[in-house]
């Protein structure tokens, strides 16, 4: 009986898990079509208000508001190009990446971000490369460490970000060999996420925050680059206990084919 049970328990997750990705790329679909029209609408605006604005004298009354145009036409660009990537309209440009690095590099430069009440442990050791996208993994790990710096607010905190490995040694070039997995961890002390709030954390545009403060785009962005690196994401939450997303990635290949390519400079 019990046998039975979690026979049926695993079936009913799996349906549910399934509904969830539906759902989402449905959602992204629709978002993704929408986002390539308005790219479309919004590269001649912002061209030409370019070329008006440098036409203009420089005493021009008008020049403040060409400004604010291509402001704003910045913004919506900045926005399309989010949408896109979690739509996975956008091409990933794949080759051999250490997560590793690419993580260390994102908390050099957020450091400075976040606010000293933020405590941030690393706790990264040396993997195998994986195939991917660096600019779109740096991505992964800027919106998972924003966010949790969000949850934990103006008090103090602790932010750990761990890197590791597993099946490492198994791996061998022959056919059959067990791929190792890279693991990506992102946990806070946060105030966590209530179970009615879990279910739709990845869906674009869902957002707790006030408006202005958040677009509700950074995780979609997160689950849109994972799943088009074949990779999966998990979260475990404790309301008030804060918040852990953790991320599984295949490897690739052997450790010494790593580039080291800089992904703020692409
Ligand atoms: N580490 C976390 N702790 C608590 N809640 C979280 C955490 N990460 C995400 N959430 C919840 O998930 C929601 C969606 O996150 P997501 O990153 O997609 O959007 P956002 O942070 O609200 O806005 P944006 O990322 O576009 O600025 C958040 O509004 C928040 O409620
Ligand atoms: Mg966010």
């Known amino acids: 009986m ?9 079936q009913e997750e799996l349906e549910g898990q399934l509904l969830h990705s539906q759902k989402l ?10 986002a390539h029209e308005l790219n479309n609408t919004l590269v001649p605006i912002l061209a030409l208000s370019k070329l008006a604005s440098d036409d203009l004298p420089q005493d021009s009354p008008v020049r403040g508001d060409m400004i604010t145009i291509i402001q704003a036409s910045e913004r919506a660009r900045d926005l399309v190009k989010q949408i896109l990537a979690f739509a996975r309209k956008q091409d990933l440009v794949k080759q051999p990446v250490d997560l ?33 996208d660096p600019v779109g993994l740096h991505q992964v790990v800027v919106n998972l460490i924003t966010n949790a710096a969000q949850a934990i ?9 761990s890197i590791w490995a597993v099946g490492e040694s198994q791996a061998s070039p022959q056919q059959g060999a067990i791929q190792p997995i890279i693991y990506l961890s992102v946990a806070d002390t946060g105030n966590g996420i209530p179970a009615a709030t879990l279910d739709r954390i990845f869906e674009p545009f869902f957002t707790t925050k006030d408006v202005g403060e958040g677009t509700g785009l950074g995780l979609s962005v ?6 088009s690196h074949g990779g999966k994401i998990a979260v475990h939450s404790e309301p008030g206990e804060g918040a ?23």
């Open 100 to 132: 590793a690095m690419v993580a260390r590099e994102a908390l050099r430069m957020l450091r400075s971000r976040l606010p000293a009440t933020v405590q941030i442990v690393e706790h990264i050791s040396d993997i195998p490369p994986v195939f991917g």
């Open 222 to 227: 997160v689950h849109g680059i994972i799943t």
């Open 2 to 10: 019990t046998e039975l049970r979690a026979v049926q328990q695993r």
């Open 25 to 34: 790329e449905a959602l992204g679909t629709l978002a993704g079509g929408v």
């Open 153 to 161: 607010g103006a008090v103090i905190g602790r932010i750990t970000v």
């Open 244 to 266: 852990e997303f953790t991320i599984s990635l295949p490897a690739h290949g052997k450790q010494q084919a790593v580039s080291r390519i800089d992904p703020m400079a692409a």
